[in-house]
């Protein structure tokens, strides 16, 4: 199981780009998180995306945003004739906006994304797909020319401004919160957001959900690429390393605030899982 927080290097510039990176076989998508924004754009691809405890059809032309430490997978299903296609920007929002203040409209926007007043994470800028993509290209080249300081900030109002459009246009248009496929997994991970403090009963969730156990386990895999086990257990070390971070508590009663009793599993499966010991790990955050 590869789960972990992906620390993405800011060292050099604020920003990291991944441009148009080709996936045709062994895709391993993995439940992560990291420390800046990303602004994920297909190229092509299909599968889904998981985040926020909501899962959204890939496609060519769809933009994903994701906050800093939120919690995502990408499964993608691949094959030579259905490669995954895709452009990554991973961004420090702190330093990579510094100048939006200039455009108030944007600004407010891109306040609502990152701190997560808007539900919407999914934009499908297939009607822009080719002027989305030149505006990665040309960040690409700036790079290259290591000319890409005034790009860069060029590249984040220009991508503000294609979902500003995109969220116009869905404010709007009531009907598109109906035309959303459904998924039983969303049900799911919305009750394991509320329980997952509390010890794992799958007869209890399969119960409040009116879902056979055996279905909850398949339906659950089959949509997120994922066993439901794995994802608990991501969600879980993902608040222990909050709480780590944020708190004094002692490792028992993080251990406890997650669903786990047994301090001695827990120390064990958080060293699986993140690859440190809790201890280590409280250590490491404070001396960045």
Same mark, same amino acid.
């Given at each position: 199981?590869?789960?972990?927080?992906?620390?993405?290097?800011?060292?050099?510039?604020?920003?990291?780009?991944?441009? =148009?990176?080709?996936?045709?076989?062994?895709?391993?998508?993995?439940?992560?998180?990291?420390?800046?924004?990303?602004?994920?754009?297909?190229?092509?691809?299909?599968?889904?995306?998981?985040? $926020?405890?909501?899962?959204?059809?890939?496609?060519?032309?769809?933009?994903?945003?994701?906050?800093?430490?939120?919690?995502?997978?990408?499964?993608?299903?691949?094959?030579?004739?259905?490669?995954?296609?895709?452009?990554?920007?991973?961004?420090?929002?702190?330093? *990579?906006?510094?100048?939006?203040?200039?455009?108030?409209?944007? $600004?407010?926007?891109?306040?609502?994304?990152?701190?997560?007043?808007?539900?919407?994470?999914?934009?499908?800028?297939?009607?822009?797909?080719?002027?989305?993509?030149?505006?990665?290209?040309?960040?690409?080249?700036?790079?290259?020319?290591?000319?890409?300081?005034?790009?860069?900030?060029?590249?984040?109002?220009?991508?503000?401004?294609?979902?500003? /459009?995109?969220?116009?246009?869905?404010?709007?248009?009531?009907?598109?919160?109906?035309?959303?496929?459904? *998924?039983?997994?969303?049900?799911?991970?919305?009750?394991?957001?509320?329980?997952?403090?509390?010890?794992?009963?799958?007869?209890?969730?399969?119960?409040?959900?009116?879902?056979?156990?055996?279905?909850?386990?398949?339906?659950? /895999?089959?949509?997120?690429?994922?066993?439901?086990?794995?994802?608990?257990?991501? =969600?879980?070390? /993902?608040?222990?390393?909050?709480?780590?971070?944020?708190?004094?508590?002692?490792?028992?009663?993080?251990?406890?605030?997650?669903?786990?009793? $047994?301090?001695?599993?827990?120390?064990?499966?958080?060293?699986?899982?993140?690859?440190?010991?809790?201890?280590?790990? =409280?250590?490491?955050?404070?001396?960045?």
């Amino acid at each position: 199981m590869k789960t972990l927080f992906e620390h993405i290097p800011f060292d050099f510039m604020p920003f990291h780009l991944v441009y =148009r990176r080709v996936s045709v076989n062994d895709f391993q998508g993995y439940y992560h998180w990291h420390q800046g924004c990303e602004l994920l754009f297909v190229h092509s691809g299909q599968g889904r995306v998981i985040v $926020n405890q909501q899962t959204y059809d890939i496609k060519r032309g769809m933009l994903f945003f994701f906050q800093p430490f939120q919690l995502h997978k990408v499964h993608v299903e691949v094959s030579q004739h259905t490669p995954y296609k895709r452009s990554i920007l991973h961004f420090d929002p702190l330093s *990579h906006s510094k100048n939006l203040h200039l455009f108030p409209t944007l $600004n407010t926007l891109f306040d609502r994304l990152q701190k997560g007043i808007l539900n919407q994470q999914a934009f499908d800028l297939e009607n822009d797909y080719h002027y989305v993509s030149e505006i990665y290209k040309a960040l690409n080249h700036s790079i290259i020319r290591n000319d890409w300081q005034e790009d860069s900030q060029l590249f984040l109002m220009q991508m503000l401004s294609c979902i500003r /459009k995109n969220i116009d246009h869905v404010d709007n248009d009531n009907s598109f919160y109906h035309l959303r496929p459904f *998924h039983y997994s969303e049900m799911i991970m919305q009750w394991i957001e509320e329980h997952y403090m509390e010890p794992f009963d799958l007869e209890r969730l399969s119960d409040e959900l009116h879902l056979s156990k055996s279905y909850v386990s398949r339906v659950f /895999k089959r949509e997120t690429g994922s066993s439901l086990t794995e994802y608990l257990i991501v =969600r879980r070390m /993902k608040q222990a390393c909050q709480l780590l971070q944020t708190t004094n508590a002692p490792i028992e009663i993080i251990a406890e605030n997650i669903g786990l009793f $047994n301090v001695s599993y827990f120390i064990q499966l958080f060293k699986k899982v993140i690859g440190t010991t809790p201890h280590q790990y =409280r250590l490491s955050q404070r001396e960045i």
